[in-house]
């Protein structure tokens, strides 16, 4: 069978400026948003245009720039939202409106309200309004993760009907376990009658680290969309990392699914997302952490320096990361010693790397790691051992 395209919707530059501290400005949206049409993503989420002339702005230039990929603008379920969102989009060759409301209990009693049918008849008018404006429209049902199913298949009934050409099924409080959140996206596939006019979109929150695999699940559930941000930025704890999903259905081909991103772009753009955002990423970041492709214990790096595959499920080349790191601490054992220093020009015996790596233990004691100052130091101290004739 056909591999099957997932749509890649970027929300760096909309979700992922949520983070506080890592407001753009125009210039350093639409420099952002160039670099990502180059990596692949299918859409780009450029911000939230009623909600400050800044960001107007910076959806009306982006808008201006962007060649292929679809440029979509998010607004609430209110009519004026959303013809700011269709002005700041005038110019985008693909424009999209993201325009939604929230469908869980408590968002409808605690923030509207206001009851079901209520908020049905506004979902449906929010889409019409939309429409107006674009034949591309997708439709958030925010806090999705807890609405209750039933009600959520008859909103999405109702909106395809209105006009929405995607479906977005948020877990706006990344509440759902992947089995549930899984369920959730078949539920609506088996329950909703036109579901086959709409592509169904994950956007999944990292609460509980499953924002990730939320999404894949949501995938392999019958949805054709993540919504997902460089380095997993978002509100609160963030949202479904790029980079993540990519390299998942990368690495396992045989789920049948493919997308557009070029993962040897994968972390020059993560680099670039956090020098403009100055939002450093967590060493151990999966695909784009400065630890991703680093070797720390001797076990480990003896298998890895026989073949790296044996500690290695991606090249990081492949990723447009830099090549895999030996690095020296007290965990670390002798070929990874012997490693090291042959990299920087030493031509030690298998006995002499025996006897440094007791004062190489002792060095490594005393501090985090052993760096390339502290090998030459140790070469140049050591005094190789005579063997006396017989
Ligand atoms: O998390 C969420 O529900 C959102 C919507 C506005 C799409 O970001
Ligand atoms: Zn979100």
Redesign the pocket.
Known sequence: MAAKQVFIFDTTLR?GEQVPGCKLNTPEKVELAVKLEELGVDIIEAGFPVSSPGDYHSVNQISRTIKNAVVCG?TRAVQKDIEVAAQALKYAKRPRIHT?IGTSDSHIKSKFNSNREDILQRAIQCVKWARNYTDDVEF?A??AGRTDNEYLARVVEAVIKAGATTI?I?D?TGYCLPHQYGEKIAFLRNNVSNIDKAIISC?C?NDLGLATANAIAGVLNGAQQIECTINGLG?RAGNTSLEEVVMILNQHKHLGYYTQVNPKQLNPMSRMVSDVMRMPVQPNKAIVGANAFSHSSGIHQDGFLKDASTYEIIAPEEVGADSSKIVLTARSGRSALAFRLQKIGYSFTRNDVDALYESFLKMADSKKEVTEEDLHQLAAEYQPVLVEAV
């Open positions: 979700d998010l939604g958030y925010e806090d977005n948020p706006t956007h929150h509100e």
